[in-house]
């Protein structure tokens, strides 16, 4: 099963401000890469996927994750952020040779956006 | 269209009862998931349904834990003899195969 490692729990920021949130898998095995995102008090969201294709892939709200197989690592950005992304952010990986396409979470990053 | 639903969305029991978790998956969406959420956690995988079987329940703690999906629809998780360690947020999502997986709200379990 994969690890996921998200290196930052909390995150603070300043409205306006880039964010990265950084996340590392395991293995360089054929991979689908996800960020989910929970906004407080609600479920969670599909914020973007990797499948296949761009390595380079992007939300309708401004964030962007690039996938680097060398580096196993799909980090999230954002160039400038609003008090709404206040949120926790979830990394999550699939194997698609494991026929189950199971999610391996990781640890979840905080992210509090100030004025 | 409705999305993932779960009912309760809090339950609270004492040690050594036995609970049941109800998920109603996307209409349509032939593959469900449970996973399971502790406080500081991103969640963990439990099982994952095809149709009606349990096509991988290697994530399932114990045998104190099971689940069901006789019509290939609605999901029951069930627990026996909870204990205090299993309180924690259970998560159902549904995909259309290998496609993306929408998550419902949650159930939050609290073991007394």
């Known amino acids: 099963a994969q690890s996921v490692t998200q290196l930052d729990s909390q995150v603070p920021v300043f409205e306006e401000a880039p964010v990265e949130l950084r996340c590392n898998y395991s293995s360089s095995v054929s991979v689908y890469l996800f960020w989910y995102v929970q906004y407080p008090n609600q479920g969670l969201q599909l914020l973007l996927k990797?499948?296949?294709?761009?390595?380079l892939v992007e939300s309708i709200n401004g964030f962007e994750a690039e996938f680097n197989k060398s580096q196993t690592s799909f980090h999230l950005r954002k160039p400038s952020v609003h008090i709404s992304d206040t949120a926790e952010y979830f990394c999550?990986?699939?194997?698609?040779?494991?026929?189950?396409?199971?999610?391996?979470f990781g640890a979840g990053t905080t992210v509090t956006v100030r004025a | 269209g409705a999305g993932v639903s779960q009912t309760p969305s809090n339950k609270v029991t004492e040690k050594g009862k036995y609970v049941e978790l109800r998920c109603d998956p996307i209409?349509?969406?032939?593959?469900l998931y449970w996973y399971r959420q502790s406080l500081g956690q991103g969640p963990e995988f439990l099982i994952y349904?095809?149709?009606?079987?349990?096509?991988?329940d290697s994530g399932l703690p114990n045998d104190r834990f099971f689940a069901v999906r006789p019509e290939g629809s609605v999901s029951t998780l069930k627990i026996q003899r909870t204990e205090r360690g299993d309180s924690a947020v259970y998560l159902c999502?549904?995909?259309?195969?290998?496609?993306?997986?929408?998550f419902g709200p949650g159930t939050r379990l609290t073991v007394l």
């Open positions: 999550a990986v699939s194997d698609w040779g494991s026929n189950d396409y199971k999610l391996s």
């Open positions: 990797y499948l296949s294709g761009s390595t």
């Open positions: 209409s349509g969406h032939t593959a």
């Open positions: 349904f095809q149709g009606t079987g349990a096509a991988d």
């Open positions: 999502a549904s995909s259309l195969a290998t496609d993306t997986q929408y």
